[in-house]
């Protein structure tokens, strides 16, 4: 099993940043690929960001792209989330995971980000 736990939610201001971290521990021997991901309310879970755990393969969804970072500390087993240029339309839980297979297998509990206009 694989424990994924994020952090760095919070309040920002529109135009603002806040960096997000997601902690793995457990087996992540077994994981090969990363991702955030976020989910208004009353929305859909939306994908934002992934990459390979040895820094390839990185893919943007259009929404963030330009203004998120995707990158991770594979000697501190944490991957982050950078936003820069916040909106009020960024508000939502942000959701790291990690893909073992050919579906993103594990989960973390989520954190809020909130950003005011």
């Known amino acids: 099993q694989v424990q994924l736990v994020e952090s760095g939610g919070g309040l920002a201001q529109a135009g603002g940043s806040l960096r997000l971290s997601c902690a793995a521990s457990?087996?992540?021997?077994?994981?090969?690929?990363m991702a955030w991901f976020r989910q208004a309310p009353g929305k859909e879970r939306e994908f934002l960001a992934s990459?390979?755990?040895?820094?390839?393969?990185?893919i943007y969804a259009d929404s963030v792209k330009g203004r998120f970072t995707i990158s991770t500390d594979n000697a501190k087993l944490t991957l982050y989330l950078q936003m820069n240029s916040l909106k009020p339309e960024d508000t939502a839980i942000y959701y790291c995971?990690?893909?073992?297979?050919?579906?993103?297998?594990?989960w973390g509990q989520g954190t809020q980000v909130t950003v005011s206009s």
């Open positions: 457990g087996r992540t021997f077994s994981m090969y690929r």
């Open positions: 995971a990690g893909r073992v297979g050919g579906a993103y297998d594990y």
């Open positions: 990459m390979n755990l040895n820094g390839a393969n990185i």
